[in-house]
């Protein structure tokens, strides 16, 4: 802890508080103090976990569960993962379904704290907890110190080892624009800000690795990979802005890779404003394959996630941890597939480099 104050520059008290989660020090200062404490290894020694008297199958045979009846489900970043959304809520309702096999209830908070989370919840009746979407690495540590069984959905923190499921984020990006390319598209632009969640940035890393493997360039306007999802009014402003001058460029773009599908859809929206059209001018694709996709005009070509699935894999998880909790900690990738609908047409005449399909 001394070690850690130094190089952080603070005390060795704002360590102590930073580290175990309590008030006392600012976000910004508790950050820095825990990147330090990730960055000396303080997180990787091994954690002792307590046992449960049950036994929890990991091949086939239904497993029996202990006395204890609830998960919960963490979900802190309500403004933008909640039950409503059409993302978000199905993976929820998976993980309700995959529950209701073994007669488990399901807790559902929006915590920002361990002293709140243990204010509210009666933990000696929780079975674990399954974190759904981004949560600060400060209250991540936090759930840690309740010693359950976690399991992280579509998100992963390099201060805590436990077991995390994602989509496979870069091979779904790398088919689709592999396919974008095989059918004529040499110019592309990707929208999204790829630091703004780990599935964008490997959705990012997906699209670029398949320009390279092609051999075309990346030609990326630097205003598109400013664009998040968070509010949609200004998602389709910043498009717009941006479209309108890369539009009358010589070379405009001819489809825009969209880091998810609600960037996609307000995207197509700006490109109205603009008239322009999709996708005779533009192609338009998304990611996540939410239920507006296939209702927008045109209907919107996107990857697919299997949102149910990922909900009940995460149970299947949190419950062979619980049972086994010194196996190997698993991050477990759900495949995808891309769905081509009307907002993506081939150009077969379009300018560049030929892609020859490998």
């Not at 759904?132 to 540590?141: R, Y």
């Not at 599935?199 to 690795?209: E, H, M, T, V, Y």
Request: hydrophobic share 40%.
């Amino acid at each position: 802890m001394d070690e850690i104050a130094r190089r952080a520059g603070v005390s060795k008290y704002a360590v102590s508080k930073a580290l175990s989660g309590k008030s006392g020090v600012s976000e910004q200062t508790r950050e820095r103090i825990v990147a330090v404490a990730t960055n000396m290894g303080y997180f990787s020694q091994p954690r002792l976990q307590n046992r449960v008297p049950s036994v929890i199958a990991v091949g086939g045979e239904k497993p029996r569960i202990s006395d204890k009846r609830s998960v919960m489900v963490l979900m802190p970043n309500i403004r933008m993962q909640n039950m409503d959304s059409h993302y978000w809520g199905r993976i929820v309702d998976g993980i309700s379904d995959e529950l209701k096999k073994y007669n488990l209830s399901m807790i559902i908070t929006t915590e920002h704290s361990e002293e709140g989370l243990r204010e509210l919840v009666n933990l000696r009746g929780v079975l674990g907890v399954i974190v759904v979407g981004m949560s600060s690495t400060a209250l991540l540590l936090g759930v840690s110190k309740l010693d359950l069984p976690l399991v992280m959905v579509d998100h992963e923190d390099a201060a805590l080892d436990c077991d995390t499921l994602f989509v496979n984020n870069f091979e779904g990006s790398f088919m689709l624009t592999r396919q974008l390319l095989f059918q004529g598209h040499t110019r592309l632009q990707f929208v999204g800000e790829p630091n703004f969640a780990h599935s964008f940035r490997d959705r990012f890393l997906g699209f670029r690795a398949a320009l390279e493997d092609s051999g075309v360039r990346l030609m990326q306007d630097s205003r598109l990979l400013e664009v998040s999802s968070l509010v949609m009014e200004d998602t389709r402003r910043q498009v717009r802005t941006s479209m309108a001058e890369l539009m009358a460029c010589e070379e405009p773009p001819t489809v825009l890779v969209c880091a998810n599908d609600d960037i996609a859809l307000a995207s197509m929206a700006a490109l109205q404003d603009l008239n322009v059209s999709v996708p005779k001018q533009v192609s338009v694709t998304g990611f996540d394959d939410i239920d507006e996709a296939s209702h927008s005009d045109p209907a919107l070509t996107t990857i697919h996630v299997a949102k149910e699935v990922m909900g009940r894999r995460a149970v299947e998880m949190l419950l062979r941890r619980h049972g086994h909790p010194d196996l190997t900690v698993e991050k477990v990738l759900i495949a995808v597939h891309p769905v081509w609908r009307e907002s993506t047409s081939a150009r077969a005449h379009a300018l560049g480099q030929e892609i020859k399909q490998q």
